[in-house]
C-alpha cells in the first residue's frame, strides 16, 4: 500500500477504482501521474505509461464475498447495538485472516518464459472492500465484497500479476475458514454454540447459531422460491433438448448440470437493487417485517439472543470439545476420497475438509493455530498415497500433487454405470442411467415428469469415515499405547440424530434444494 502511495482503511475513491481494476492495471493516482509526467515535457504515450503498473492485463482483479451463516446475519439484524458491532468485528477479523492466508500460502506471481518462475508477493495485496447490509429483495444479508487486485510487486521492485488459476482452484478452503472463523468468534464473544443442520438431504449439514428457529432462517429466503421453479423449468429443458432428433443430454441432471442450470436461475430470477436506506432504518424495519410475516413468536424475534444462548448452555453441556488428530485424519481423509470423483484429490481439497472437520467437532469454539494443516499434514503421510505423474515443472508443487486412499473404498463408493441413450417420449427419464425407464402415468405431461438427479455421496462418507475408525480403534495396540477414545470424539463430531431436513432452500449456503423432506441421519442405527 505504501509503494502505491495509499493507506490502510482509506476510502477507496472512484477514479483510484477505476485506474486499477478497470484501465487493465494502472496505477490508483494514474491520472495524476500522467499529468506530472505531461507537465514535466513527456509525451503523451511516456506519459501514459508512467501510469502503469506492470504489463496491461485483461483480468484486472477477482471479486471475492464474504458473508457469514443466516443465523449470525439474523442475530446481527435483529439483536442490540452491541451485538451488531460484536457480529460485524468477528466479520472483519474473518476477513483478514483469510486474506493473510491468501498473501501467505496462494497467491504467487509469475514470471519468466511461460510463467516458469513463481514467488509469492513480498508486499502483499492490494484490495477494494465494500460493505453491504442487504439483498437484492430487501432483506438482511451483512456480506462484504473484497476487490482483489491482480497486481502484486516482486524483490526487485517489478511488478507482476498474480496467478488468478491459483485462487480460484483455492475459494472452497478460503470459504470454510472464513466460516469457521466467524462462527468461533461470534459464538466466544456472545457465549453461543453451533449445531448442523441439513439443508439438502445427501448433503453435508450446515454448521448454524443454535437455537435460531428454521422458520426465521427461512424468512429472509422468500425470493428463492422463484429460483425453485425457474430451476425447474430449466432442469426439464435441460433433458428433453435434441439435435438433429437424437437427446443431447443424458436423461439425468448431474450435480455439475444442476449448480450450472441453478447459477443460470438465479440470474434470470434475479430483481433490480434497492435504494439504499439508513442501517437504524433497515433493522427497524427488518425486526417489524419478520414479526409479522415470518411465522416466528414476536417474543422469540426480540428476544433472540436469550433463546440462542440457552441452546448453547445444553449443547456446550452435552459435548465436549475432543479434536484427536489422528481420528480427524480418518474422517477428513475419507469424506474426500468418497465424495470426488475417481478417488483422487489435491492437497487443498483435504484442508478444505479440515476445516469443516473442525467447525462441526468444536461447535462455536475457537481452535490452536494450525490445526487444520497439522490435520492434513497426518491424513497425507499416514492415509494418502501420492499418485502424481508431473507433466509440467508447476505439477512437482506441493498443492498439485495428486493423492488417493491407501486403502480401498471399493464396497462403499457408488456403482459406475454406462450411460445409455434416453428414453422414448412416453416414458420417464430412469434415475440411474442404467435403469430401464418407467412407463409415464396417464395425464401426466412431460413437464410433470419428476427430473432424476444422481445421488450424493456424504452419507456415504461418513460411514466410511466411521468405518475405519472402528477399525483402527480394534488395532490400537499397534498403533500407539492407548486406545482411541472414538465414542467421546464422534459424539463430538456428530450428534447421535442430526436436525431433520427442512424444505430446500437454494440461496443458502450454496446448498442445492430438493424437494420433500427426507430422514435424518440416525448416527445410533449408524453405529449399530
Known sequence: MATLGLAPDEEVTEVQLRNLFRERGRHPYADRIEADRLAAGDFPKKAFRAGAIGRRVTVTGVDFVFRPQPTIYLLWAFGDEETRLVIEAAHEYAIVRVLEWIEDEVAVIRYGTDGHYRVRPPGGLVAARFRHYEARSGRPLLHDHVLLSVKGQRLDGKWGSIHTTALHENTVAASALYNELVAAEVCVELWLATEPRIVTPGRRPVMEIAGIPHELIRWPARPSDQIAACLAELEHE???????????????????????????????????????????????????????????????????????????????????????????????????????????????????????????????????????????????????????????????????????????????????????????????????????????????????????????????????????????????????????????????????????????????????????????????????
Open 238 to 528: 435441460y433433458v428433453t433438448t435434441v439435435d438433429d432428433g437424437e437427446p443431447r443430454y443424458l436423461p439425468v441432471v448431474s450435480e455439475r448440470a444442476r449448480a450450472k442450470l441453478n447459477a443460470i436461475a438465479a440470474r434470470k430470477t434475479r430483481p433490480p437493487k434497492q435504494k439504499t436506506q439508513a442501517l437504524a432504518q433497515l433493522r427497524a424495519w427488518w425486526k417489524a417485517s419478520a414479526i409479522l410475516t415470518s411465522g416466528v413468536a414476536a417474543d422469540v424475534i426480540t428476544s433472540l439472543l436469550e433463546h440462542a444462548r440457552a441452546a448453547a448452555a445444553a449443547i456446550r453441556a452435552r459435548v465436549a470439545a475432543v479434536v484427536d488428530v489422528a481420528l480427524a485424519a480418518i474422517d477428513v481423509t475419507a469424506t474426500v476420497f468418497v465424495m470426488n470423483d475417481g478417488g483422487h484429490s489435491h492437497r487443498r481439497h483435504l484442508l478444505a475438509e479440515a476445516r469443516r472437520h473442525l467447525a462441526l467437532v468444536l461447535r462455536g469454539r475457537r481452535r490452536d493455530p494450525g490445526l487444520d494443516e497439522e490435520i492434513v499434514a497426518a491424513a497425507i503421510s499416514i492415509h494418502c498415497l501420492d499418485i502424481t505423474e508431473p507433466k509440467t515443472v508447476r505439477g512437482l508443487e506441493a498443492g498439485y500433487r495428486l493423492y488417493t486412499a491407501r486403502w480401498s473404498l471399493s464396497d462403499l463408493l457408488a456403482r459406475r454405470r454406462p450411460p445409455t441413450p434416453a428414453p422414448d417420449p412416453d416414458r420417464h427419464p430412469p434415475a440411474d442411467p442404467g435403469e430401464p425407464a418407467e412407463p409415464r402415468p396417464p395425464g401426466q405431461d412431460a413437464g410433470e415428469w419428476e427430473i432424476p438427479r444422481i445421488p450424493l455421496q456424504y452419507e456415504r462418507a461418513v460411514l466410511a469415515g466411521a468405518v475405519l475408525c472402528e477399525k483402527l480403534r480394534t488395532t490400537a495396540s499397534t498403533v500407539r499405547s492407548r486406545a482411541y477414545d472414538v465414542v467421546a470424539h464422534q459424539q463430538a463430531a456428530m450428534p447421535r440424530q442430526l436436525l431433520a431436513p427442512e424444505p430446500a432452500d437454494p440461496g443458502h449456503d450454496d446448498q442445492e434444494p430438493q424437494a420433500g423432506r427426507g430422514e435424518a441421519i440416525d448416527m445410533t442405527a449408524l453405529w449399530a
